[in-house]
Every structure is written in structure tokens, then in C-alpha cells.
């Protein structure tokens, strides 16, 4: 089938053909693609192979990428997007994912290395490893299926999910849910009700005003808690922690070095 306009530019490279498109609401990509523009307005994409960037416009777009992608916008809107939909060998990534204001559905099946959305009710699934994540206002739910290396989440209802380990996190306000399968490295929560779940180590927690909860199951060195009812329990060593104003329950199993409650 042929795109909506004339064929912009076709590269050749010594395994295939390289295309770029501009392309109608419906459209289906066999193979690999160089550049893929969108128009403003519901878009559906599929593409079999790979693609080298993408650009939409306003709208709820539906995007779908069988191997990897370079580059893409997504622009504002309830978008989705699925990338790594056909087995290969290797995992399928994205290098760079962009998003403006809107609830946005994003699924990788492999690596995501740097993503930044805008305000919204954002929900990103990382099959693989991600390196940098950025999001505006709104209740964000994170899941990653490997090591995670930096998270920035604004105020919000937050819920993060990491199966590897973490190694920065900071939220805005409100109450955020984080765990943690393996070690985790610096962690700044805001005001809220907050739940902390830390299956390894864990060096440096902070976290505003509220009624918290911390669970570490090995060592940690530092926690600094805020005014509030919270609850901290350490499997480990704990070299240090603080509070502000409140009831606290604190249970260290092996050795407490420093406590200011």
C-alpha cells in the first residue's frame, strides 16, 4: 500500500530499504522505516520492523513498533504506544521518548533509555532496563523489569515498581508507593502518606510530612523521615536516622549506629 503522499525519500542500506513517511490516520509499515510523520488527530501506526523516528502532532494516537525505535514525540494527547512486538534476538529499545501533556500508555519490551512526559495519568512498563524517566503532575505508575538508574515523578499518587535495583527517585507531594527488588541508592519522597519497600540495601532515604512506611530488608545508612506517624523497620544495619514531630516505630534488627527521633 502507498502512503498518503509521495514516497519522501527512500535510503538504501546493504539489508534493506529505509523509507520515510507521511502517513494517513490508518496505516501499516512492513519492515523497517526511516522517518514517520503524523498529522494532528487520532493516528493508528503499525510498523513490523524498526523505526527511526516519529513525530505526532495533537491527538490520541495508537502506535505500535515491532523492533526499536531512535527518536520519538509523541506530542499531547491520550497516547499508546507498544515497542517490541516480534521476537528478535537481543532486546528491542527506545533512545528517546517525548510526550506532552495528556494520559499516555507506554510498553517497551526491552530498553528504554531516556523518557520525558508531561503532566497526566502516565503508566510506563519497561520490560528491560530504563535510564532516565521524567514525568509532570499527575498519579504516574511505573513498572520496570530490570535495574532502573533515575526517576523524577511530580506531585501525584505515584506507584513505582522496580524488579532490579534503583538508583535514583525523587517525587512531589502526595502519597507514592515505591519497591524495590534489589539495593537502592538515593531516595527523595515528598509530603504524603508514603509506602517504601526495599528488598536489599538501601544508602539514603528522605521524606516529607506524612504518615510513612519503610521496610528495608537488609542494611541502610541513612534515613531521614519527616513530622508524622512512621513506621521504619531494617533487617540489617542502620547507621542512622531522624524525625521530626510524631509517634515513630523504629525496629532494627541488627545494629542501630545513630538515631535522632
Do not use: W
Not at 538515593?186 to 536489599?200: C, E, K, P, R, T
Amino acid at each position: 500500500a502507498q502512503p498518503l503522499q509521495e514516497l519522501i525519500n527512500v535510503a538504501t542500506s546493504t539489508s534493506h530499504a529505509v523509507f520515510n513517511y507521511r502517513v494517513q490516520p490508518l496505516r501499516d509499515i512492513a519492515g523497517d522505516a526511516g522517518y514517520v510523520y503524523l498529522a494532528d488527530g487520532g493516528n493508528v501506526l503499525n510498523v513490523s520492523g524498526s523505526v527511526r523516528g516519529i513525530e505526532a502532532g495533537l491527538g490520541d494516537d495508537i502506535i505500535k513498533v515491532g523492533d526499536s525505535i531512535d527518536v520519538i514525540n509523541l506530542g499531547q494527547g491520550n497516547n499508546k504506544l507498544v515497542v517490541g512486538e516480534i521476537p528478535r534476538v537481543g532486546e528491542s529499545y527506545v533512545k528517546s521518548l517525548v510526550a506532552g501533556q495528556g494520559n499516555d500508555d507506554i510498553a517497551v519490551r526491552g530498553n528504554l533509555l531516556s523518557a520525558s512526559l508531561g503532566e497526566g495519568r502516565n503508566t510506563v512498563d519497561v520490560r528491560g532496563t530504563l535510564g532516565s524517566l521524567s514525568t509532570g503532575h499527575g498519579d504516574d505508575q511505573v513498572y520496570v523489569g530490570g535495574d532502573a538508574c533515575s526517576l523524577s515523578l511530580g506531585n501525584g499518587r505515584n506507584y513505582v515498581s522496580v524488579a532490579g535495583s534503583l538508583a535514583s527517585l525523587s517525587t512531589g507531594c502526595h502519597d507514592d508507593e515505591v519497591y524495590v527488588a534489589r539495593d537502592a541508592r538515593s531516595l527523595s519522597l515528598g509530603d504524603g502518606n508514603n509506602q517504601v519497600g526495599i528488598s536489599g540495601n538501601l544508602a539514603s532515604l528522605s521524606v516529607g510530612h506524612g504518615n510513612d512506611i519503610v521496610a528495608v530488608g537488609g542494611d541502610a545508612q541513612s534515613l531521614s523521615m519527616g513530622h508524622g506517624d512512621n513506621i521504619v523497620r531494617v533487617g540489617g544495619n542502620l547507621a542512622s536516622i531522624s524525625s521530626g514531630h510524631g509517634l515513630d516505630q523504629v525496629t532494627v534488627e541488627g545494629n542501630l549506629a545513630s538515631a535522632s527521633l
